[in-house]
Structure formats: C-alpha cells, structure tokens
C-alpha cells in the first residue's frame, strides 16, 4: 500500500519561508516524478512544482525564483522551499508521485492528505 504524508505547513508572514516535505511508503519498481500541487478556497487545484527522476524541475510561473522543489528518490521525499511567500501562496499543498509498483505495471499518480499553508499579510 501507498502513503504519502506530508508535514511542514503552518502560519507564517508575508516575506517568510517555509519547507513542506513529502514522504512516501511503498516499494516501487520506479519513481517518474514527484511534485506539489495546491488548492485554495474556491479555486481549482493547480500544480506549484514538478521534479523528474532526470533531474528536472518545473514550476507554475507565480512561484518561479520563490520555491525550489527537490526530490530524494533513494528515500522517496519530496521538498518544497518556499521563500519570499506572499498571501496568495496560501492554500492546501498536495504532494504527490507518479511511478510504478512494478516492471510490468502501468504508471500510476498517488496523492497525499495535503497540508495547509497560510501567509498572513
């Protein structure tokens, strides 16, 4: 069984940083991608930053130069740095992972529980 639980959420200031970090249990036979979504009140859920298991990394352009995404795929985590954080940031952040429990299955995403983030102006 999968899980993914992330933690690292909290209140913070306006200008402030946080780290959200993912941990997911299971074994896979291969990781393709982990990254963060979010979600705020009344909007759809959208994606902040995606990490590759070659190494690259993409983030919706309203966290481009603030947030910095890294996976570690020997413990499979993901991070999240988030600096410079502005109230629109706040929102529920979901982690999640796309990859395979094994050889022959087919790629599937997994999500966590999510975790609040709120910046106070």
């Known amino acids: 069984q999968v899980q993914l639980v992330e933690s690292g959420g909290g209140l913070v200031q306006a200008g402030g940083s946080l780290t959200l970090s993912c941990a997911a249990s299971g074994t896979f036979f291969s990781i393709d991608a982990m990254g963060w979504y979010r979600q705020a009140p009344g909007k759809e859920r959208g994606v902040v930053a995606t990490?590759?298991?070659?190494?690259?990394?993409t983030y919706a352009d309203s966290v481009l130069g603030r947030f910095t995404i890294s996976l570690d795929l020997i413990k499979n985590m993901v991070y999240l740095q988030m600096n410079s954080l502005k109230p629109e940031d706040t929102a529920v952040y979901y982690c999640y992972l796309l990859g395979k429990r094994r050889s022959y299955s087919a790629a599937t995403d997994y999500w966590g529980q999510g975790t609040q983030v709120t910046v106070s102006s």
């Open positions: 990490g590759t298991n070659g190494g690259s990394a």
